[in-house]
């Protein structure tokens, strides 16, 4: 049995301002067949355990290539189609088993599905092969993904701390059909919603129950929520279930309907309501304990600049001292700091460089507390993820992080790696929308999640949609299956 494993990743924000070229993917990691021995970031933890799971079934391996891009904009045409074929000619004429980690919502700027025109350039070369991916729910389930592929697992939790999990249960799938035991069939139910759900809330994390229960019936092989992407302008955005199972897709249709309609049940609960900046802040200077506030729109994890400083300016103006905020995407920012040294004083001007998106810069009076040339942070299932030049400023008793390489914010190490001491904080900032929950609730008395002005807005009835398939869903529309027939495929 030869395994040959790759993976091209990146989610992509079609309403945001930027780009994604080369230089995104150099910088968020390529990596040539030595992905497992190389990558400290999520390609590395899937491949590592694909890697020593293959080898414990004494099967043959081989690594392609793995490419990974920070969310954001577009990827440009010609950068993608270079990534694919490398993959796609990569992958040795004899392989039995083709595993791909993925991401679902790629868009370039040619291409509204990449990861199914990957997929399907694989069938085509490859017709008797099991090919697998490994998806981040936060995807586009296309007919051409169904189409080619024969399972597609998805992670279940968000924040995703199942990457492990998830890629040994893709990896036993396709061994079992590719030794014949199985033969995976999958039924997609489309819930007709577009929307935002983290699984640490009541709903969701029943939801997440519910799908490992459906997985212990006899048949079934993997169930997961489709969250979808809603900055993502696709043909296929918007929220499905779907169910793998053994041969039997009228199984695998009822539960991915039971599933579904159950999430549809909630929809109006599942909706985000998060408090304005105003709100917020008040809400946080009057709780007591340390107060946690994530910057939700200005999220580099869903494809924002990463530099609006809207958040910082409000806690200026209320005078909130003792406090951390971070972290900033402004190379130009670093440089200067880097330039004056720690110590020096300095005018600075912050953020506001991107987009409309990024809205006005900040002019601050700053002293440099720290600079770092290689700062990074723990990401993921134990990853790494690099901030690359770094800088830690003090403005207006506000502790300051900028980087120089956009990410969101996942762990106190974003902060603690310069040497800010979090222990003696009484509001921490992070721009993130979800990410950091896990690291940081053992700090936090209270999160609350803020709705900053940014490129991820929350007023998913009014996206500017112009790819959007059907424009007939919640919550642009108060109840779309009460009118219209429900949406099963199965393949």
């Not at 159950?262 to 408090?275: D, F, G, Q, V």
Request: charged share 25%.
């Amino acid at each position: 049995m030869r395994i040959f494993i790759a993976g091209l990743g990146t989610e992509t924000n079609t309403f945001a301002p930027l780009l994604t070229g080369a230089a995104a993917f150099e910088e968020g990691g390529v990596f040539r067949g030595d992905t497992s021995a190389a990558c400290e970031g999520l390609d590395g933890v899937v491949a590592r355990q694909w890697r020593s799971l293959a080898e414990s079934s004494d099967a043959d391996f081989c690594e392609g290539l793995f490419a990974r891009a920070q969310p954001s904009g577009p990827a440009v045409q010609a950068v993608y189609e270079g990534l694919r074929d490398e993959i796609v000619d990569g992958a040795p004429p004899d392989a039995d088993v083709i595993l791909l980690h993925l991401h679902g919502a790629m868009v370039s700027t040619e291409c509204l599905d990449c990861e199914g025109d990957v997929l399907a350039r694989l069938r085509r070369r490859f017709p008797d092969a099991v090919i697998g991916a490994l998806l981040d729910p936060h995807c586009h389930m296309t007919d051409e993904m169904l189409s080619a592929a024969d399972a597609l697992v998805l992670l279940k939790h968000y924040p995703h701390t199942d990457y492990k999990e998830r890629a040994a249960e893709l990896l036993d799938i396709c061994l079992r059909a590719a030794n014949g035991e199985i033969r995976p069939v999958t039924s997609v139910f489309d819930c007709r919603m577009v929307g935002f759900y983290p699984t640490e809330a009541p709903v969701m994390s029943e939801t997440v129950a519910q799908l490992t229960q459906c997985e212990d019936r006899a048949g079934v092989l993997s169930a997961a929520i489709i969250h979808g992407f809603p900055w993502g302008d696709t043909p296929e955005t918007g929220t499905r279930t779907l169910v793998i199972t053994d041969g039997n897709a009228e199984l695998g249709q009822s539960i991915a309907e039971e599933i579904g309609r159950n999430l549809y049940a909630a929809r109006e609960e599942l909706l985000p309501s998060y408090p304005n900046l105003d709100e917020a802040l008040k809400e946080a200077q009057e709780k007591e304990g340390r107060i946690v506030l994530a910057d939700v729109a200005d999220n580099a994890g869903g494809g924002a600049p990463g530099d609006n400083v809207s958040l910082l300016r409000a806690m200026l103006d209320r005078e909130m001292t003792n406090a951390a905020v971070g972290c900033f995407w402004d190379p130009v920012a670093v440089a200067f700091c880097a330039d004056a040294g720690v110590g020096a004083t300095l005018r600075l001007r912050l953020g506001g460089k991107c987009g409309v998106s990024s809205g006005e810069p900040l002019d601050l009076d700053v002293r440099v507390r720290a600079v770092k040339a290689d700062h990074d942070q723990t990401k993921l299932a134990g990853s790494r993820y690099p901030f690359g030049a770094s800088a830690w400023v003090e403005a207006g008793g506000i502790d300051v992080v900028i980087t120089s390489i956009r990410s969101q914010t996942f762990a106190p190490d974003a902060f603690t790696g310069l040497g800010i001491d979090l222990a003696t904080k009484r509001f921490i900032a992070v721009k993130s929308s979800q990410h950091f929950y896990e690291a940081f609730k053992p700090i936090a008395d209270k999160t609350i999640f803020v709705a900053t002005p940014g490129a991820l807005q929350l007023d998913f009835a009014t996206l500017p949609y112009k790819h959007k398939r059907d424009l007939d869903y919640f919550p642009r529309v108060p109840d779309p299956l009460g009118h219209q027939s429900i949406s099963i495929r199965s393949k």
